[in-house]
Each structure stands twice: as C-alpha cells, then as structure tokens.
C-alpha cells in the first residue's frame, strides 16, 4: 500500500490531465491572500501570508507566491493547501518571483528581494539551492534566460544577467535606464526591460553594450512585459496594454515595431 496516499504534486510530472485545472489562473492581493479562478470566477481563496502577495507563479497543480511578509509558500492547486513556507529572512520582503528552467531533477523558483539579493529555492526541500548579490538595491523584477541563466531588474536602475552555475556575481550588467527597472523578458537572444523611467528597452544579449532600441509609447512607468518570438505585451501605470508586433528591419539586426494600445 502507498504510505502516503496525497503526495505533495510534483511540479516536474507530465501535465496533470484533471479538467479542473483548465482555464484557471491565480492572484495576489494587498489583501494577503491569493485566490484561483476560471472564467466563471474565484474558485477558491488561499490565505496564510500576514503581508501583501507581491508575486507568485504556477507551474501544474504547484502555485509558489512571495509576500512583503518575507516568506515563499507553496501551494497545491487543486487543494488550496499550503505545503510549506519558506523563509527568506526577516524583514526581507519577496518582490518578484519566477520557475527556474535549468533542467534539473528538481523544481526550483528564484526570487529577487527587498535586500538587493536574487536566491534560488529548492521546492521540494525547501532549501535555498543559489543565493547571487550584485545589485546595489532592491531587485524588482526577475526572469529565467536560456537553460541556466536569469535576468533581474533593480531599484539601482540596471539589468543583470547571472549564471547560477558560476560565482556569486552577476556575470553582465546593462545600463540605460534611468529609473528603477521594474520588468523584464526573454524570448531568444532578446530581452526587454520596463522601467519607472516610462520607456522599454530592446537589448541583443549577443551584443549587450547598449540597447537596440528604446520605446518610449507608455506616459507611464512600465510594470509588466512579456513576449514572443513576434511581440511584446506591456502594461503601465498610464492604464494602457500594449501589443507590440517586431519586424526585422534591412540588414536584419534591429526591429520596428507596430504597436495597438488598449485603455
């Protein structure tokens, strides 16, 4: 017989076929909670954290969320429980969060935090795998990068690139913003950061010595980016979404970009 008949969900299994995972996505709040939805509304609310959710990421049936309370806690999905915590340390609150994707046998997050550190977190242990300082300030904003790299964004208004496998310091730095850089993405050899500063910059990570565009559409700071290999999805304090659409422009080595705006 099975000694332990509900395992904690295995973030690293195929993809769980239960349709009650369909069409579901979660959310932090202020109000330190989480809660899951579908197109029909909140399923279910997840409470545990004693501070505001700043960030959170589900991979399957695991949900992994941060709190200004300093703390990581795992979630299962389909139960609303919460598997464990994770302490970061006191007073160092969780700003950003993301799966990392370096093909090891385990499920790990990294995290950027209120005391300038970027930390990598055995899920299934809960031990902190990887811990990188660099940045002179807050780290804001995080990103996975290729197989074993990740992308931060920080308060001291630069992005770095580290190799987890390497030493303890970033191993790239770009400069260019002029304000916190609040977001960042990947996609390729591409990699974009937002910025309190209103703009998005475009980088080539191949040629990282300055940036190869710079948007300036958003009246806003620029909180969120995402992209595909033909677009890139921002969102600002200026209560606009924008989609982006890149194009290679004669010599195929820089982009132009068409972009649609929604209030």
């Known amino acids: 017989p099975n000694p332990n008949p509900n ?16 069409d579901v996505f979660v959310s932090g709040s202020y109000d330190r909670t989480l809660k899951i ?3 029909g509304g909140c399923r279910s609310t997840l409470r545990g954290h004693t501070d505001w959710v700043s960030c959170l990421a589900m991979r399957r049936r695991v949900i992994v969320s941060g709190a200004y309370d300093a703390t990581i806690r795992v979630w299962n999905a389909l139960s609303g429980e919460c598997l464990r915590v994770l302490e970061a340390g006191e007073g160092n609150s969780l700003y950003c969060l993301t799966w990392v994707k370096d093909g090891g046998a ?3 997050v990294a995290t950027g935090t209120h005391h300038r550190q970027v930390q990598i977190w055995d899920v299934e242990s809960g031990q902190l795998a990887w811990q990188g300082r660099g940045h ?11 197989a074993e790299g990740l992308v931060t964004g920080s308060a001291d208004h ?5 190799d987890q496998h390497g030493s303890r310091g970033a191993c790239l730095t770009l400069h260019g913003h002029t304000q916190p850089v609040m977001a960042v993405a990947t ?3 591409r990699l974009l950061s937002g910025s309190y500063d209103e703009s998005i910059k475009l980088w080539d990570v191949r040629r990282p010595d300055q940036p190869v565009r710079t948007f ?6 620029v909180f969120c980016l995402a992209a595909d290999g033909r677009r890139m999805f921002s969102g600002s304090v200026d209560r606009t979404i924008r989609i982006s659409a890149f194009g290679p422009a004669p010599g195929g080595n820089t982009w132009g970009a068409s972009a649609e705006a929604w209030a």
């Open 37 to 39: 939805w579908d197109l």
């Open 136 to 146: 002179e300030k807050m780290v804001y904003a995080i990103q996975s990068f290729g």
């Open 158 to 162: 630069t992005v770095k690139i580290w």
């Open 187 to 189: 996609v390729d050899w």
């Open 7 to 22: 395992p904690d969900p295995d973030p690293n299994a195929e993809p769980d076929p239960n349709p009650d995972l369909e």
């Open 216 to 221: 300036r559409d958003h009246a806003g700071a």
């Open 106 to 108: 385990n499920a790990r």
